[in-house]
């Protein structure tokens, strides 16, 4: 397996390490290269949705604020529905629940929500790639 993006790349090699390497295009000095074991690249990878979490929080910190949004709802039903997404006549994002209980947000919200549903998601992310306090 390969995978690679400018500048970096990463490797299986045949031993089972997982190698990083870094071009750097330097004639007088070799690419830099992590050797990691197939033991720390989930400890690794964890560190790194971590911190990316944490960079995406210091980068977004003023969409913190609440978002405001309006919900429609018939009453308190405790039935599992199917939630469906869409935009209607208005331009509106629509998040229905089922007939009778939906938000509607604007276009600007819903991608702030989304923002800060990514966030969400790198942290939980990071929590499960976690190895366990007591290995």
Not at 25 to 38: A, G
């Amino acid at each position: 397996m390969r995978r690679e993006m400018q500048p970096i790349s990463v490797v299986v090699e045949e031993d089972g390490k997982v190698v990083l390497t870094q071009a750097q295009f330097d004639l007088n000095e070799p690419d830099p290269r992590i050797e990691l074991t197939c033991e720390q690249s989930p400890l690794v990878a964890a560190w790194l949705l971590e911190a990316a979490g944490e960079a995406a929080q210091a980068q977004h910190a003023e969409d913190d604020r609440p978002i405001p949004i309006r919900y429609f709802a018939r009453g308190p039903e405790a039935e599992a529905q199917q939630l469906e997404v869409f935009c209607n006549g208005q331009g509106m994002v629509i998040l229905k629940i089922d007939e009778d209980a939906y938000l509607e947000l604007a276009p600007a919200m819903a991608k702030r929500l989304r923002e800060q549903l990514s966030v969400v998601i790198r942290q939980s992310l990071t929590d499960m790639l976690r190895p366990d306090s007591e290995a």
